[in-house]
T-cell receptor, first 114, second 111 residues
Framework: KAGVTQTPRYLIKTRGQQVTLSCSPISGHRSVSWYQQTPGQGLQFLFEYFSETQRNKGNFPGRFSGRQFSNSRSEMNVSTLELGDSALYLC?????????????FGPGTRLTVL | GQQVMQIPQYQHVQEGEDFTTYCNSSTTLSNIQWYKQRPGGHPVFLIQLVKSGEVKKQKRLTFQFGEAKKNSSLHITATQTTDVGTYFCAGNSGGYQKVTFGTGTKLQVIP
């Protein structure tokens, strides 16, 4: 089985711009979660999508949004970028029948905001 | 909300020494998972513990889940340079609740 893929792998943007990141889960997985990872804050949960519905949400401002398509692929959007949004954005997929399933992480998208 | 803390934040050990990281949750957990992230890599699932007091072993790694299901530990015997990385615990309170990752313990092994 192919693993979780994320595109793009690297991205450089300037403040005020917006960005869309993409995640393709493992075939058969219906849950996709997004995390922000920074050296000082560890792994911060953004949101989880299951069957095209947002099932859980972390404590991030409304500038961070996401969606999931019928094929389980997910996108994350960040509008009005700030310098502090520079981070590694990881998505993880799981079967998702209930919480606590093993999560398979993608390689991440490294976002740099200048 | 649920918080999951890990200690220590960093640990440097001489190759061959043992290493332990501890994970504590503010709430009772339904299950707990452990992940390892190598430098420059992404978290990789190691194991899941479900039962109160459960102990599982993977070669030199021993995982424990506390009796109250609020804490867990990962112990590595005789560390090797391949053990280098950050170890995260991740707790779930059950149902469709999200998984909360711990703060992580970064392990450095000195050859």
């Amino acid at each position: 089985k192919a693993g979780v893929t994320q595109t793009p792998r690297y991205l450089i943007k300037t403040r005020g711009q917006q960005v869309t990141l993409s995640c393709s889960p493992i075939s058969g997985h219906r849950s996709v979660s997004w995390y922000q990872q920074t050296p000082g804050q560890g792994l911060q949960f953004l949101f989880e999508y299951f069957s095209e519905t947002q099932r859980n949400k972390g404590n991030f401002p409304g500038r961070f949004s996401g969606r999931q398509f019928s094929n389980s692929r997910s996108e994350m959007n960040v509008s009005t970028l700030e310098l502090g949004d520079s981070a590694l954005y990881l998505c993880a997929s799981s079967y998702g029948g209930s919480g606590g399933n093993e999560q398979f992480f993608g390689p991440g998208t490294r976002l740099t905001v200048l | 909300g649920q918080q999951v803390m890990q200690i220590p934040q960093y640990q440097h050990v001489q190759e061959g020494e043992d290493f332990t990281t501890y994970c504590n949750s503010s709430t009772t957990l339904s299950n707990i998972q452990w992940y390892k992230q190598r430098p420059g890599g992404h978290p990789v699932f190691l194991i899941q513990l479900v039962k109160s007091g459960e102990v599982k072993k993977q070669k030199r790694l021993t995982f424990q889940f506390g009796e109250a299901k609020k804490n867990s530990s990962l112990h590595i015997t005789a560390t090797q340079t391949t053990d280098v990385g950050t170890y995260f615990c991740a707790g779930n309170s059950g149902g469709y609740q999200k998984v909360t990752f711990g703060t992580g313990t970064k392990l450095q092994v000195i050859p």
